[in-house]
């Protein structure tokens, strides 16, 4: 298999593409870092803000005003894990925890770009908005057909300064145009609504370091998440019931995102909620319905549903 995915519910989309043994591609910030030590520093969070020239700082530095946005300086785990809105000095000093630092709370959409890279220059890029949910979650997210031309230009701008070296997938987190997080792996939740070759290109962009992909064909497509309450264990919808919602009209792809194995705390999970499964679709309200379909399996009082 030529992607490092470490997730099981994403080999579907991987399995059956050819690629050399001797090529490694990540999916996970656990595997980019000792992967790429030259441009690992991109996940130092508090490097990224100041890259920008956005007014930040470790805790135990106050400042200058409030409210702030408080996360990790470095979070491989993703999900949003301590991360917190801190509103006023008092609750910083009892908030003040090592490691963390804080930044301006920005406003406006909040976007995922993943972009291929060739020697710091971005060839190919594609954004996904997503609906906020309480406490880190999201309803959804809307992979968009078309791009935005000020976020695409400032992006590209930021690679050909910072990454002129680097060649392969990134992703960008950003909040009203200025990015919060940066990652050197691409999205595999919704890798599928793509497009066809899409992955192949990707395999390519490793082997050859060269991106050649038509991409004339793009489609809009929504990634829909099952989130459940916290504190419980689940296990996994019958192989028929999975079946059946990937048979449903417009449905890309289902992912049921747990182990069985596995305590239910032990899953990376945002602090609003366990996210049992999700689905990819080309129709938002043909996805609702796969994602009522989905709920059948899960124990109805567990669920959190908007």
């Known amino acids: ?77 993703g999900m949003g894990l301590g991360s917190r809105v801190i509103s006023s000095g008092e609750e910083m000093q009892r908030r003040s925890t090592p490691g963390h630092f804080w930044m301006p709370l920005l406003e406006g959409p909040h976007v995922s770009t993943d972009c291929a890279v060739v020697k710091g220059q971005v060839k190919w890029l594609r954004h996904a908005t997503g609906v906020p949910g309480p406490e880190g979650t999201f309803k959804y997210w809307t992979l968009h057909a078309e791009l935005m031309p000020e976020l695409a230009t400032y992006l590209k701008a930021w690679v050909a300064r910072h990454m002129t070296t680097y060649t392969g997938m990134m992703n960008f987190e950003t909040i009203g145009g200025k990015i919060i997080e940066a990652h050197l792996r691409f999205a595999d939740q919704w890798c599928d609504l793509n497009g066809k070759g899409w992955i192949e290109a990707m395999v390519r962009l490793y082997a050859d370091g060269k991106w050649q992909y038509e991409d004339g064909q793009r489609r809009v497509g929504y990634s829909i998440p099952l989130f459940a309450r916290h504190n419980n264990n689940f296990v996994h919808p019958p192989r028929e019931h999975q079946s059946r919602i990937r048979s449903l009209p417009q449905v890309s792809s289902l992912q049921i995102t747990f182990y069985e194995n596995k305590d239910a705390s032990d899953h990376p999970m945002p602090p609003g909620g366990f996210r049992v499964g999700i689905i990819n679709a080309w129709d938002l309200q043909a996805g609702f319905a796969a994602v009522d379909e989905l709920a059948k399996a899960f124990p109805n009082h567990s669920l959190l549903r908007s």
């Open 1 to 77: 298999m030529p992607i490092c995915e470490r997730d099981p519910w994403r080999d579907q989309y991987f399995e059956n593409i050819p690629c050399p043994e001797n090529v490694l591609i990540p999916t996970d910030d656990f595997d980019s870092w000792p992967w790429y030590p030259e441009h690992n520093w991109i996940y130092d969070k508090l490097k990224i803000a100041q890259s920008q020239g956005l007014i930040c700082g470790p805790h135990g530095v106050a400042p200058p005003n409030y409210p702030v946005f408080s996360k990790p300086v470095m979070n491989l785990k």
